[in-house]
């Protein structure tokens, strides 16, 4: 809710929030641009507890109750982080720092597809990085 909160007051027109078990996705429409947040979100499985068997110095077993709760904790500080993250990269355009294309181009879902730009462009520059030569869309030589 409160990511809700600043992205209008600094202007999204939209706003959309998908949760799924492992990720949730936060989107908007901002300067005639469609972006998107993916957070993957930690799992129960995470805060097992230990066995008995396992059991050293510094460790502790947890209780189910234990690891419910330490998970929904890490799930609350995944969305401060993000809400920390868009407030500064918010603050960094209005301020002048960056543009907004420059602040969220990873982010920024690619027209005709689903996916952000990063998603988009990470595997084609791992790719790249592999072969020694930079592929021609992202040179901007065609397609």
Excluded: N
């Excluded at 234990?66 to 969305?79: F, G, K, L």
């Excluded at 960094?92 to 720092?97: D, M, Y």
């Excluded at 181009?105 to 005709?112: F, I």
Aim: with cysteine; charged share 25%.
């Amino acid at each position: 809710m409160e990511i809700e909160l600043v992205l209008k007051k600094y202007g999204a027109s939209r706003f959309a929030y998908v949760s799924e078990i492992e990720r949730a996705d936060i989107g908007f429409e901002m300067k005639e641009r469609l972006v998107r947040f993916s957070v993957p979100l930690p799992q129960l499985a995470d805060f097992k507890r230990v066995d008995d068997s396992r059991v050293h110095a510094g460790f502790r077993i947890r209780t189910e109750i234990q690891m419910a709760e330490a998970c929904e904790q890490a799930v609350r500080q995944r969305w401060r982080a993000l809400l920390l993250m868009i407030r500064a990269k918010l603050e960094a355009v209005e301020s002048g720092i960056e543009s907004f294309d420059t602040a969220f181009l990873p982010y920024t879902v690619v027209p005709g597809t689903s996916k952000t730009f990063a998603e988009w462009a990470v595997p084609q520059i791992a790719r790249a990085y592999e072969g020694g030569k930079m592929p021609p869309l992202l040179l901007g030589t065609g397609s």
